[in-house]
DNA sequence: GACGATTTAGACAATGCTGTCTAATTTTAC
DNA sequence: GTAAAATTAGACAGCATTGTCTAAATCGTC
């Protein structure tokens, strides 16, 4: 309801065929993530949209280039912002405790209670097995890319603070697992949590891993 | 294709109507698996499960009814043999670490690889929002259950186990993310591991879990 | 071997969706 | 203001699906 009010508002009010296709894209995520590929009709998107189902048509020419589309536009979207948050990765000893938990929190807050990130994780759940090499390329540049890169954190941060990790890839994502410990039931579906329970939670997820990966020496 | 053979072989070399129930559940399971709620079609099903598809509406009324009985089904299962893994959790302290790696092995196994636990899964994520209320149920029958059952397991190994445990929920909910930490990605479609690397997947899982939580006594 | 219940194959109407087409209308650019 | 491009509503064929119905075939049981 409201969503549609918002994206036919968009595009009546927004001028040129750009607008059209962003309300287009964004309709049509909402739309697969709720209905599912074959659940999901062009007639409703299009109504979502505020478009005719013809202007879909014209710019994506069959619903399946529509769906390749959106996962592709959502993707590039949600990769974006993962690495700018392991651009913020401490890189100092000084506060460590503090300065991870808030680094855990931003990661959830922004790959996991995203709304791209709960449509991409759907939709791949979902049509994964329907485009193979679709889901190979988000594994490869989604969680493949984060553990990789998060595990080069760490051995980073390891040469200043006192860490004892031997396996960095093993401690990497059990860091993610942590992290996620408290936040995996409600996330399967609608729920998000509040800023606040993302803080306890990181916070309590950062101190078990300092438990088993942090030196007692200062 | 290999499915569909068995299937029908049961269906036809079995006695009597519960047979076709049975075969009727199983290969609606894989086909909503695969396909969603609306991909799914009857006559899908019915060949799958060599039966006619009038069998199918007269077991089942109509295509949400089947639906319903497949999640009940596969729920049911599902939560029995959960219990019954559960009840093999390590009561001494001899072989710590060993009998926590076998029982997060067995956890893995039988709660994450299943088949079961797989169709449950995805049905809830595809689906879940189409039917709150099923969604609920599994959610309290499921995980709450799950986390709460291992909680007071913790607790009452605590006893007798050098563990310096102060949140017994915090600690199985932080054990169990631990322990899926490598499956999650494969897991979300088709990939099974092997015997192999779930244990050794379960052997670091735990040992980052006993250095979190372990006392060096004893 | 025969009777009652179950199952089967197939036809069937109703419905909804995809993707195309057209003719009218609106927007954009100059 | 005008011409070209984009958008719209609506009709349309083709197809798949759901759920019903019927008459024949098969099965379990006595």
Redesign the pocket.
């Known amino acids: 309801m409201k969503k549609f009010d918002l994206a036919s508002a968009d595009?009546r009010s927004q001028?040129?065929?750009f607008a059209?296709r962003v309300s287009i894209l964004e309709a049509a995520a909402d739309v697969f993530c709720r209905e599912g590929f074959s659940g999901?009709?062009?007639?409703?998107i299009a109504v979502e949209a505020g478009?005719?189902?013809?202007?879909i048509?014209?710019?994506y020419?069959?619903?399946?280039t529509l769906f390749m589309a959106v996962i592709q536009d959502i993707m590039d979207r949600v990769n974006g912002v993962l690495f700018s948050i392991l651009a913020t990765f401490p890189e100092r000893a000084d506060n460590l405790e503090e300065d991870l938990a808030a680094f855990a929190v931003r990661l959830n807050k922004n790959c996991n209670c995203n709304q791209d990130a709960k449509f991409i994780q759907k939709l791949i759940s979902t049509e994964g097995n329907r485009y193979p090499h679709l889901f190979q390329f988000w594994r490869e540049q989604g969680p493949g890319k984060t553990d990789r890169a998060l595990a080069a954190l760490f051995a980073r941060l390891a040469h200043v603070a006192p860490l004892d990790i031997d396996d960095f890839d093993l401690a990497a994502r059990q860091f993610i697992a942590l992290i996620k410990a408290d936040l995996q039931m409600g996330g399967l579906f609608g729920e998000t949590p509040s800023e606040a329970e993302l803080e306890i939670s990181a916070r309590k997820a950062v101190r078990t891993f300092l438990r088993a990966y942090g030196r007692p020496a200062a």
């Open positions: 595009a001028k040129g065929q059209k999901a009709s062009i007639d409703e478009v005719s189902r013809q202007t048509y014209n710019h020419r069959e619903k399946e």
